[in-house]
């Protein structure tokens, strides 16, 4: 029942968005077809998780706000569609070990290494999470860019329909003969992936 759930909940944010905001996916390939993986994204908006991860064919799991969770009918509604709650106000090791746990056991994760969406719409400096979990778990990781969310929905304004949005996956990159990982620079792990969301663009070919 849960799965169903989810697909139909995922069903409709595909339908929103390819409706209202037009949106597209450039490198979907690039996800990989097995073995567990995180997608690192940067954070524009609301909109960013269900617009990222909506036509992810891979099992995956998102993060939210620990203070979503409590309202009664939330906190039983948001695991249903695979949501995690996080602690940004202080680390959460247990979510972090979480997080870890479901790429070591072969699922996918989708992170936002900035932590919070950007006021401007211009990247923000990754936090360490990001680069703790890919040392930890050894999986890919997979640099993602959305473009247009902010627009659609910009951190301190309201939904706006008809804005263009595309989302960008790029080649998965392993951490496993990193020396950061064995040095533990958990925070310029995050920075090269950052980097990496950076570098993606739009090809308007595609």
């Not at 939904?159 to 958990?186: A, C, E, M, W």
Request: charged share 20%; glycine share 10%; net charge positive.
């Amino acid at each position: 029942m849960s799965a169903l759930w989810f697909r139909f909940c995922r069903g409709l944010c595909q339908i929103y968005f390819r409706l209202f905001h037009h949106i597209r996916y450039i490198g979907l390939d690039n996800i990989p077809k097995e073995g567990g993986f995180f997608i690192a994204s940067n954070h524009e908006s609301f909109f960013d998780p269900p617009a990222v991860g909506g036509d992810v064919e891979r099992k995956m799991f998102f993060l939210a706000r620990k203070s979503l969770f409590k309202p009664p009918i939330m906190d039983k509604l948001l695991p249903t569609i695979r949501a995690l709650p996080v602690d940004q106000e202080k680390p959460d090791m247990t979510g972090l070990k979480r997080i870890i746990d479901i790429a070591k056991n072969g699922d996918g994760v989708l992170l936002f290494p900035e932590g919070s969406r950007t006021e401007d719409g211009n990247l923000q400096p990754a936090a360490p999470g990001l680069g703790l979990a890919i040392a930890k778990s050894g999986a890919l990781v997979i640099p993602a860019r959305i473009f247009g969310a902010f627009a659609a929905w910009p951190r301190h304004g309201k939904p706006r329909l008809f804005k263009p949005i595309t989302v960008v996956y790029g080649k998965p990159i392993s951490f496993k003969d990193s020396p950061h990982v064995q040095g533990k620079n958990y925070q310029a792990i995050s920075d090269e992936v950052m980097a990496a969301i950076g570098q993606l663009q739009v090809d308007q070919s595609q």
